[in-house]
Nanobody, 118 residues
Framework: VQLQASGGGVVQAGDSLKLSCAASGPTFSSYLMAWFRQRPGKEREFVASVTRSGGNTFYAESVKGRFTISRDNAKNTVYLQMNSLKLEDTAVYYC????????????WGQGTLVTVSS
């Protein structure tokens, strides 16, 4: 599956932003989807994931209660709604897909930059 992330931009602390990740291919619903991010000078880290049906979601502690991951299998798209953004949320955000029969994420989007300013 090929992934195309979009929606990044420059916002102020406390603002909201919604990222989208469009997937190609007819088997989108067979993939667990996730968002990762890489902050300046840091390793890439997990942000959130959603199961194939969308019924279960998981979040990093740092974003729990502020970010919401969701998916629309009819549109082959996964979203990341980010509220109450903080300066430390500044990062390149990547969407990723993991096939149901794989252990690791095998497909990655190109990344979209989110900059949170004071």
């Amino acid at each position: 599956v090929q992934l195309q992330a979009s929606g990044g931009g420059v916002v102020q602390a406390g603002d909201s932003l919604k990222l989208s990740c469009a997937a190609s291919g007819p088997t989108f619903s067979s993939y667990l989807m996730a968002w990762f991010r890489q902050r300046p000078g840091k390793e890439r880290e997990f942000v959130a994931s959603v199961t194939r049906s969308g019924g279960n979601t998981f979040y990093a502690e740092s974003v729990k209660g502020r970010f919401t991951i969701s998916r629309d299998n009819a549109k082959n798209t996964v979203y990341l709604q980010m509220n109450s953004l903080k300066l430390e949320d500044t990062a390149v955000y990547y969407c990723a897909a993991k096939s149901y029969d794989k252990i690791t994420y095998g497909s990655w989007g190109q990344g979209t930059l989110v900059t949170v300013s004071s």
